[in-house]
């Protein structure tokens, strides 16, 4: 069972406070989301977005597109 909380040590990474996390604690990845509300510090992992996810964000295009087919053969008059 993973504890609920821990101690854990700050330090000074060149201008940065740096918080060591402690190894049950870890995230995976590289990075993660960070916010303040009020006077707590909320770490988040960054959840990696999905092609079909980002897709789904996306509004239509109001393009018409051109008929690149329209001076090409139909596929039933190519004779090999």
Partial sequence: ???????????????????RIPREFEFPGNEVIVRKEGDCLIIEPLAKASLASLLSRWSPLNET??????DS????????
């Avoid at 597109?65 to 329209?70: M, Q, W």
Wanted: charged fraction near 25%.
């Fill in 1 to 19: 069972m993973m504890p609920a909380q821990r101690r854990a040590r700050l330090f000074k990474n060149g201008r940065n406070q740096a918080l």
């Fill in 65 to 70: 597109f051109p008929d690149v087919d329209a």
């Fill in 73 to 80: 053969l139909a596929l039933d008059d190519i004779v090999l």
